[in-house]
């Protein structure tokens, strides 16, 4: 089963690329979709097998299949292997079942582009890597997904090749991303070398590196441990893979750019799977961070500053699809902000209502664009709510859930991330408030900068109509021929069906998916008794495959993790926050909604234009001044070119030798007897004379 669910799409990836040129649009379609449907019933089947598995000594479920051994070098052994436990059970149902759903989205999206067929190669293959990454039983396998989804990435970024800006997004996609894969390449090294293999889970004659990292004696809260090349260093290193990955200060300035792809790209890649596979190694990795406070500390850190960072740049942006990009790098700080405090199944749990709502509001966003010309700049839109009243309803869903709008999914996961920041057993206690009070901020801005995007594209007065099909603002994300499109003339429309349904299945996600992780203490007021068991599930379900994380020394604040009095009294906080935050978004932009922001935040804070300033361009020198013109063209080109001269210059020398008439042979021929004569008569004549 296991097998199934990774092939399959690597099935529909190789019939589209191979033939797909010559298939009808319904057939490439059926053919995209139903792959990754079969992989999201055998992901299914798979999972309530392993609900029926018994636990093993450690209490964790777990089914593994080993293909072959794949590497077998001295004592190194990597096998072709996949593990269903867990953690990735739950992960394999939200990236095959919502990849399913924008699979379908894209086949109404994408109707009538040239390049159809090769979209659909490029999802399947993305899913084939994505389901790599997650089953892979070891870290190899692991980082063969984790290259593999990167290539797929830059593929389907630069999808509109022939535009410039795409190429360009593509192109930094993939460079910044090497930054961090090199980061991951390293840690891996460090693995061998500290545990003797790269297994994740034991084996028949190998011990995992989980099991022997869980033995190990925590490392001390210092900076000192980041040089030992401990589990610290090998924390470190993971995490600046995740920071590419997962677009985290200072790695995250290639997601908002990345917008410059197909929408249902967005929602699958950047929204709701990929970006989301730094937060999935680290969860898996939480064995060697329970070790590590400090790794734990600089995630925790960078987590709360990425939130809060990205959300206040996603205020002021008019690109919906930018919008939401800056929110996406917002949400997944707040996953590395859970993990930071040890909350890793808070983060995860993230993980999972993020994919619901998210995927939601960027195919919703897709649904607009779709409708309006491929325009993406909410100031030439307005009014649209009673033109998209579907679209409308299920975005609004969408924007609730992750304002954390009481009762939806993103309200539960949360709360539950905020909770356990502040009463983190690991976390400095100054720290832990410290790291609440920005995530209590971040969720406030999140909820006002959705809210003004809700606002400015459908309520208010129609501003496209003034806008005469101008494209001011427009970024070029989204180039293909759209024959629904509102640009042909009339008002805009609703999307058809198979647009519409993915919306409407989301948002009934969006809405329930978070009943499974209500926090016991919040159960206790709003379930009743007997569904407790179940609303708790989540967290009792993922338990087993997470390490106990041992108090700092002198850290008081573990101790209100059992205080449900004080958890609830943060969840009331939050909620009140997500409350008037919304209603200030409201408000605000009613009545103003082209009013401008500061122009710091409209500029990014210039993170760009400083990145060129002192990373880029200064490298973009070296390569040319040095590298290209003095050791390339000077030196190597030099050598080579020098000795090719060398050679011409001996082989005209040569040449007047062999020119090819008599009596020139002849004149060499005596020259040379001559030449032999004259040395032994001189010989013969010196002798004499001695």
Not at 484 to 506: A, F, N, Y
Request: proline share 4%.
């Amino acid at each position: 089963m296991l097998k199934v669910i990774v092939f399959a799409p690597l099935l529909g990836a190789a019939i589209l690329g191979l033939f797909g040129n010559k298939m009808s649009e319904r057939l490439i379609g059926l053919i995209a979709c139903s792959s990754v449907g079969v992989s999201a019933i055998a992901a299914f089947v798979a999972f309530s097998k392993l609900l029926g598995v018994q636990p093993d000594s450690g209490g964790v479920r777990r089914i593994s299949e080993t293909l072959f051994t794949w590497i077998s070098v001295g004592t190194f052994r990597a096998d072709f292997g996949f593990v269903l436990d867990p953690l990735s059970g739950v992960m394999i149902l939200f990236v095959t079942g919502v990849g399913f759903l924008i699979h379908m989205f894209a086949t109404g999206y994408m109707s009538h582009d040239p390049g159809f067929w090769r979209f659909f190669a490029y999802m399947n293959l993305f899913m084939f890597m994505m389901l790599t990454l997650v089953l892979g039983d070891n870290f190899l396998m692991m980082f063969v997904g984790w290259e593999g989804v990167g290539l797929c990435s830059y593929l389907l970024i630069g999808y509109f090749f022939t535009l410039p800006s795409a190429g360009d997004a593509a192109k930094k996609a993939f460079v910044v991303n090497r930054i961090g894969d090199f980061g991951i390449a390293l840690a891996m090294m460090l693995i061998f070398y500290k545990f003797g293999t790269i297994s994740f889970i034991d084996k028949e004659g190998l011990v995992g590196v989980f099991t022997k990292a869980a033995t190990m004696p925590v490392e001390a809260l210092t900076f000192s441990s980041l040089w030992a090349g401990g589990l610290t260093t090998i924390a470190i290193l993971l995490f600046i893979g995740a920071t590419g990955k997962s677009a985290q200060i200072p790695l995250f300035v290639w997601l908002p750019d990345a917008m410059a792809g197909p929408t249902p790209v967005s929602a699958l890649i950047h929204a709701a799977t990929m970006v989301t596979a730094g937060v999935y190694m680290i969860v898996r990795s939480n064995a060697i961070y329970a070790k590590a406070p400090m790794a734990l500390t600089i995630v925790a850190i960078v987590g709360a500053l990425t939130a809060i960072f990205a959300a206040t740049i996603g205020l002021s942006q008019w690109d919906i699809k930018k919008v939401l990009a800056y929110s996406t790098v917002s949400q997944l700080g707040y996953m590395f902000l859970a993990c930071g405090a040890g909350a890793f199944t808070a983060g995860f749990f993230h993980v999972v209502t993020h994919a619901f709502f998210k995927a939601l509001l960027f195919l919703g966003s897709g649904s607009v664009i779709h409708s309006m010309h491929h325009e993406q700049n909410m100031a030439h839109m307005g009014g649209l709510k009673k033109y998209l009243k579907i679209t409308f309803a299920t975005m609004g869903v969408g924007t609730l859930a992750i304002s954390g709008f009481p009762l939806l999914s993103g309200f539960f996961s949360k709360d539950e991330i905020l909770w356990k920041v502040k009463s983190s057993p690991i976390l400095p206690s100054n720290l832990g408030l410290i790291l609440w009070l920005i995530g209590l901020v971040t969720a406030a801005i999140t909820a006002i900068y959705m809210t003004r995007m809700m606002v400015i594209t459908f309520f208010g007065e129609e501003r496209f109509r003034n806008n005469h099909g101008s494209h001011d603002g427009h970024h070029g994300d989204d180039h293909h021929d759209d024959h629904h499109s509102h640009g042909h003339g009339g008002d805009p429309h609703e999307s058809p069906l198979v647009m519409t349904v993915p919306l409407m299945v989301l948002a009934v996600l969006s809405v329930v998916g978070g009943f499974v992780g209500i926090p016991e203490a919040l159960a206790e007021k709003i379930v009743p008794h007997s569904l407790h068991d179940y609303t708790h599930s989540f967290y009792k379900f993922l338990d087993p495959i997470l390490t106990p994380i041992a108090a700092s020394p002198g850290n008081v604040t573990g101790a209100l993790a059992q205080d449900h009095h004080a958890e609830l009294m943060s969840t009331v906080y939050s909620t009140i926050v997500a409350l008037l935050a919304i209603a200030i978004g409201f408000f605000l932009f009613r009545d103003k909604p082209l009013m401008t922001m500061p122009r710091l935040l409209e500029q990014k804070y210039y993170i760009d234009e400083i990145y060129d300033a002192f990373i880029v361009n200064p490298l973009k020198s070296i390569s040319t001044t040095v590298l290209w013109k003095v050791v390339d063209v000077g030196i190597i080109d030099g050598i080579v070119n020098g000795l090719a001269k060398f050679v011409g210059f001996t082989s005209r020398l040569t040449r007047e030798f062999q020119s090819g008439f008599t009596r020139s042979y002849a004149v060499f021929i005596f020259v040379g007897a001559v030449t032999v004569l004259g040395y032994f008569v001189g010989y013969l004549v010196f002798n004499a004379l001695r």
